[in-house]
Each structure stands twice: as C-alpha cells, then as structure tokens.
C-alpha cells in the first residue's frame, strides 16, 4: 500500500496569510494526488484533483503542484472560512489518505 | 440538487453487522463510482472499497475483505454498505462519496454524503 504523509501535522496562521502544506507519497504516483479540506462535523470537500487541477467552484487562492513523490497545497491568501484540516489521497493504486493537516487561526 | 442522503446514526454490539444506505439524487446513478470512507474518531479518513454503479462490480480494501459488502439498487439510485463482525474499533463515521472517473487513477470523490455515525459497543 502507497503511505501518504502530510507535514506540517498542524499550523498556526493568520487571515491573509500564505501557507503551504507538503504530502509525500511512500513511492511515486505520477500526478495521481488529489487535496479535500474537511470541517468540523462534515464530510470532505474536493479541492484540487490529478496535483493541480481546480474543482469546480473553488476559490483561486487554492492551488496545488508537485508529482511523483511530493506534493503541495497552497493557500495565497488565508480567509476566515479556510480554517479546516486538510487531507490529500493517491488514486494511483488503492486509494489512500495523508493523517492530515489541521489549519488553525494564530 | 445532486446529492448523497445516507440512511441514519446506529447503535450496534460487538458481534453484529451493519447496512449503512446512501442514495443518490440529481445526477444519472449508473454514470459514476461510490466510493465508502470510513473516519474514526480523531482519525484520517480510510477508504473501504467501491463499486462501480454501472456494473454492479465492487472492489474492497484488503483490510476489510471477507467483513465488508457493497452493493447497489440501481433502480432506487442507492448504495449499500455492510460490515460485519463488528468490534469497538469500528466506531467511526461512514461517508460516501462519488467517485467521477470511474476505474481511473485521475479519479476522486467529487460528492459526499453527510456522514452515518456508528459506534459499536457493549
């Protein structure tokens, strides 16, 4: 199984804030990574698919990059509404999930 | 509106099994993948297995091989999810999720249910 692992595991930030968040895949995955950000008491959200691709309906200030074994998320500019635990999952084989990066207002 | 409903909170004991439901709405069901994740409490989210609503065909992580069925009704746009041989470890919550390309690595879960609590205990 392809292990995911997320750093930093928490971070503390500011509104307007840049922040970046690094996932590296226990072997090479090609583009095959994709970003959700979950709140408290709900289901994840699809951020960016396949490294660097923008879902539909999400923010700009959300982009992503990287392949084979690291990745990043970034976020340009922090909103109250970005404070939230951030995970990124490979489908180059059976899926997997990083433990997650829980964003937190400084 | 597209979404995924699944069916209520469970209380189960040690021992039992659990069908877990999540109905579709607002989107052709047969066209995608669903997709069970599972999320224990304080966890990472774990994937279980999916299937291929078109088809019927499911694949299962290897974890929960031999404990887990998932199945769909397609003419009711619904999945299914059953565990079995519940132990207190399986108290988490369930969610389903859309999975938008189908069988393909740039695939990835575009439409979540709302998330079934489940705890297991004694």
């Known amino acids: 199984d392809i292990q995911l692992t997320q750093s930093p595991s928490s971070l503390s930030a500011s509104v307007g804030d840049r922040v970046t968040i690094t996932c590296r895949a226990s072997?090479?995955?090609?583009?095959?990574l994709n970003w959700y950000q979950q709140k408290p008491g709900k289901a994840p959200e699809l951020l960016i698919y396949v490294a660097s691709t923008l879902h539909s309906g999400v923010s700009s200030r959300f982009s992503g990059s990287g392949s084979g074994t690291d990745f990043t998320l970034t976020i340009s500019s922090l909103q109250p509404e970005d404070f939230a635990t951030y995970y990124c999952q490979q489908r180059y084989s059976t899926p997997s999930f990083g433990q997650g990066t829980k964003l937190e207002i400084k | 509106q597209v979404q995924l409903v699944q069916s209520g909170a469970e209380v189960k004991k040690p021992g039992a099994s659990l069908k877990v439901s999540c109905k579709a709405s607002?989107?052709?069901?047969?066209?995608?993948?669903i997709h069970w994740v599972r999320q224990a409490p304080g966890q990472r989210l774990e994937w279980m297995g999916w299937?291929?609503?078109?088809?019927?065909?499911?694949k299962y992580s290897q974890k929960f091989q031999g404990r887990v069925t998932i199945t769909t009704d397609t003419s009711a746009s619904t999945a299914y999810l059953e565990l079995s041989s519940l132990r207190s470890e399986d108290t988490a919550v369930y969610f389903c999720?859309?999975?938008?390309?189908?069988?393909?690595?740039?695939?990835?879960?575009?439409?979540w249910g709302q998330g079934t609590m489940v705890t297991v205990s004694s």
């Open positions: 072997q090479r995955i090609s583009s095959y």
């Open positions: 999720a859309r999975g938008f390309d189908v069988d393909s690595p740039k695939d990835a879960f575009d439409l």
């Open positions: 607002g989107y052709t069901f047969n066209k995608y993948a």
């Open positions: 299937i291929n609503a078109a088809n019927g065909i499911p």
